[in-house]
Every structure is written in C-alpha cells, then in structure tokens.
C-alpha cells in the first residue's frame, strides 16, 4: 500500500524539516467518556497519546515555546498540533 508521509510532504512544501510539537488542551474522546463508548482504544493510554504533551493547565504559549526549546535541535520550522486524545473533542461539543 503506498500512502504518503506527512513528514515527507512538509519537508517538500517548506523545504527543511518541519518539526510537530504536542501541545496538550485538555481534550478528551467520546470513545472514553461514554458519549461513544468506554475505556477507548486498547493500544491509548489513559490520558491519551500524547506522552510528550505537557499537563493541560500549562498555557498554550508557554507548551509551545517549550516544545520547541525541546526540539531546536531537530529542526528549524514548526507546526504546533493538539494531541493527547481526540484534538476535535473540546468541553463544548458536547
Ligand atoms: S483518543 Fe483516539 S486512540 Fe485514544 S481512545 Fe480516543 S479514539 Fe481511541
């Protein structure tokens, strides 16, 4: 099966590597929640995917400026995502 990368295809538009940074709002999923199911997929951890993330009460800008102190290394480019659970599922929505 041919796909292809997200790294690959950043790496094409801006020319470098774009380095994704974790950042953690305190999203949920419906899968754990009860509005869909409970106890989520069996390879997720209890608080989600994002096992780089930072707690949910660091605000916003401050996970990204230390993402990306963490990552200067890898990269000159960013591209800050929400992970830990399901990035769609703020409070709100439900
Ligand atoms: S966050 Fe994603 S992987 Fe985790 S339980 Fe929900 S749907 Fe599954």
Not at 2 to 31: H, W
Not at 35 to 40: E, F, K, L, V
Not at 56 to 69: G, L
């Amino acid at each position: 099966m041919l796909y292809n990368k997200l790294s690959d295809y950043l790496k094409k538009k801006y020319g470098e590597r774009v380095q994704r940074l974790p950042i953690n709002a305190g999203f949920t999923c419906p899968n754990k929640t009860g509005i869909r199911g409970n106890g989520g997929c069996i390879y997720c951890e209890e608080t989600g995917s994002g096992f780089a993330s930072l707690s949910p009460k660091t605000p916003i800008a401050e996970q990204v400026k230390f993402m990306m102190e963490r990552y200067k290394g890898r990269a000159n480019k960013f591209m800050a995502y929400f992970q830990s659970n399901t990035n769609t599922y703020a409070p709100h929505m439900y």
